[in-house]
């Protein structure tokens, strides 16, 4: 007789899945960190402040779960590290244009990143500019984003919720899930519905009282915007209602209609209440948005001029002109310790509040 068969192989076991991305090793990477696109890609740099030195620490890829490949992300923003659990947390964007909220940790082969939940649905995140999920910050376990800071939406306990499926009605956390919270100021028309709806009034405030001029202004912004009128900022786009025959000053509208973009926000706790701040890309003012005593609401918001200390710092308009302080918009917000910082997009550095 034949002998039996051999019985099958045994299938191979099962590969452990990803570890799960832990608190970021600030022991490790102790200075300010700072995602950056650089040749195409999106990097997370750290700097070292005394010398003003960025070091690569890694090239950033998708979660496999949104592309098997772990492509590099078309686009990337609105970071923040929760300080509940120290996870470093932003919106990612793939190559179907949906924007996903993802964690991610210094070392992306150890702990590749995960990506939780989408902000948009496909097709309907991703873009540049005004429509971009591009401000962002967390406080007390709630990230906040939105475009601008013209619009917020919140997702809640973030530290927990990716592990708690009552988070999600209906369905459980996965990347292709819409992310929870609500538009709490404000709405997009892009992604998962509702029309677009800027929480921001445009405003003209009556500054005549205050008896400005073309000198006050050059004080309080440091240039005098007069001599540089192909890199005008503040006396452009109905900012500020200059009058040259009366060296006067009648309005000044902050936002909007005047390309004023808030495009990342700090958030700041004074008596109790915590308060999102950002700078505008055009003049600098600070929009002050308070925050309801739970987090889940605006209470209102508020504008104030800011003055600026440059300390002889200039930026080049282009490889043969140095000769202009315009603000060409200001970028990454940042807290390091007890401070405020606002990246200024021209290069000339970062401000402190």
């Not at 998708?62 to 492509?71: E, H, K, M, N």
């Not at 948009?120 to 990230?143: C, F, P, Q, R």
Request: some cysteine; proline content about 8%; aromatic content about 12%.
């Amino acid at each position: 007789p034949s002998p039996p068969p051999s019985p099958p192989p045994s299938p191979p076991p099962p590969s452990p899945p990803p570890p799960s991305v832990s608190a970021f090793n600030c022991t490790t990477h102790p200075n300010p960190m700072q995602v950056v696109k650089q040749a195409g890609f999106y990097k997370l740099v750290e700097l070292d402040i005394p010398t003003g030195v960025y070091s690569d620490v890694h090239t950033v890829q998708l979660d496999t779960a949104v592309d098997a490949g772990g492509a590099h992300p078309s686009y990337a923003n609105a970071f923040a590290i929760n300080p509940t659990d120290d996870i470093a947390y932003g919106k990612f964007t793939d190559g179907n244009t949906q924007d996903f909220f993802c964690r991610f940790a210094a070392d992306q082969i150890a702990e590749p990143m995960e990506c939780l939940c989408a902000l948009s649905a496909a097709g309907k995140g991703g873009a540049t500019g005004s429509g971009e999920l591009n401000s962002a910050t967390i406080v007390n376990d709630i990230y906040y984003v939105g475009m601008g800071t013209k619009n917020l939406r919140t997702i809640p306990s973030v530290s927990t919720c990716f592990a708690n499926t009552s988070c999600f009605a209906p369905g459980v956390p996965s990347p292709f899930t819409q992310c929870p919270g609500a538009w709490i100021f404000g709405n997009r028309a892009d992604g998962f519905g509702g029309s677009l709806d800027i929480a921001l009034d445009t405003i003209d405030f009556d500054v005549s009282a205050l008896d400005l001029n073309i000198a006050s202004l050059t004080a309080q912004f440091g240039w005098n915007e007069l001599d540089y009128s192909t890199n005008s900022r503040y006396l452009r786009n109905n900012l500020y209602t200059y009058d040259s025959a009366t060296d006067s000053v009648s309005t000044f509208r902050p936002c909007c209609g005047n390309g004023n973009m808030y495009l990342d926000i700090n958030p700041y706790t004074f008596g109790g209440t915590t308060y999102l701040i950002g700078l505008a890309t055009e003049d600098g003012n600070a929009l002050i948005v308070k925050l309801s005593p739970s987090g889940t609401s605006v209470d209102g918001y508020a504008y104030a001029r800011s003055r600026f200390e440059w300390y002889g710092a200039n930026y080049k308009a282009n490889a043969s002109n140095d000769n202009s302080r315009g603000f060409k918009g200001f970028g990454a917000a940042f807290q390091y310790g007890d401070d405020m910082y606002y990246a200024a997009n021209g290069g000339a550095g970062g401000f402190q509040m």
